[in-house]
Each structure stands twice: as C-alpha cells, then as structure tokens.
C-alpha cells in the first residue's frame, strides 16, 4: 500500500491549534470545511500542495501528517514531502508521467535508469539512495494478487 495523509494526524493537529474545519479550510485557502471534514474521515486526500499548506498553517512536518514511517518513506511520501504532484516530479525530471508514476505505485518493468534516478532524487532534493530506497519499498508493497510485470 502508498502512503496516504492519515486523518487521525491531520484531525489531531488541527484540535492541538484549537481550529474548527471551516477556520482551518480558510487559512489553507481551500472551499469550506467540508473538504476538511473529507480529508480527516479519510474520503479524499489533499493535493500534495494544499497538504504543504496544512503542514505550514498546523505547524507540522508533512511527514507527521502521513501515514507512513519517517524513516522508510515510498517514493510518494518523498514527493508529498517535497510538495510536488507526480506531473512536476516527471516535468523536473524530464520523464514522462506514466513512467514516475509506475515506479511510484511499484509496478515497473525497468526500474528507472542511473540518470533518471538522480534527476528523480534532484526534483525531490533527496539523495539518489532514498530514491532506490523508495522504489524497493514500492516494489515490496505491491499488492497480493497484483501482477508485476517482470515477475
């Protein structure tokens, strides 16, 4: 499974601020408290910049309102973290979107190349061996039944 934003976390953080969702919504400059509401019940997930946002506006890491571990990111948390969506990761570094979101989800054929791995690592401004880090891990989280296309 990817990591996703935890709504336990995102909840909590905005009760610590002590924010209703419709203050919250107003300062991370989203449409009203109901998308709130639909990110903390877990229906829907903030777009990688709004969940920059919300980090800034409830002083928290972006990791903190993950779920994943801080130490063993997927190559999702990574670009989460970096604020970016798949599309400006592949834009930055210069490979199709298709391709950046495979390795992503871990259903590659090729893993990405040395040069694709250092651009990838660039745009995220994490070094090259989180990047293969992150991909083992995708790759090790392919769902049971899920077919890889190498296997």
Not at 22 to 27: G, N, V, Y
Not at 76 to 81: D, G, I, S, W
Request: some cysteine; proline content about 6%; overall charge positive.
């Amino acid at each position: 499974m990817s990591s996703g934003v935890d709504p336990t976390a995102l909840r909590a953080a905005r009760e610590r601020l002590g924010l209703t969702q419709h203050q919250l919504a107003r300062l991370v400059g989203v449409a009203g408290g109901e998308r709130i509401s639909r990110w903390e019940l877990g229906l829907d997930e903030p777009r990688p910049d709004s969940l920059a946002r919300l980090a800034r506006v409830l002083n928290a890491q972006i990791v903190e309102l993950l779920d994943v571990d801080p130490e063993h990111r997927d190559l999702r948390a990574l670009r989460y973290c970096a604020g970016l969506s798949a599309g400006e990761v592949a834009a930055a570094a210069h490979i199709s979107v298709r391709s950046y979101a495979r390795w992503e989800s871990g259903s590659w054929v090729r893993p990405p190349s040395a040069e694709n791995l250092r651009a990838i690592a660039r745009s995220l401004n994490v070094p090259v061996s989180t990047v293969r880090d992150a991909l083992d891990r995708a790759r090790d989280n392919v769902r049971p039944g899920q077919s890889r296309p190498d296997a």
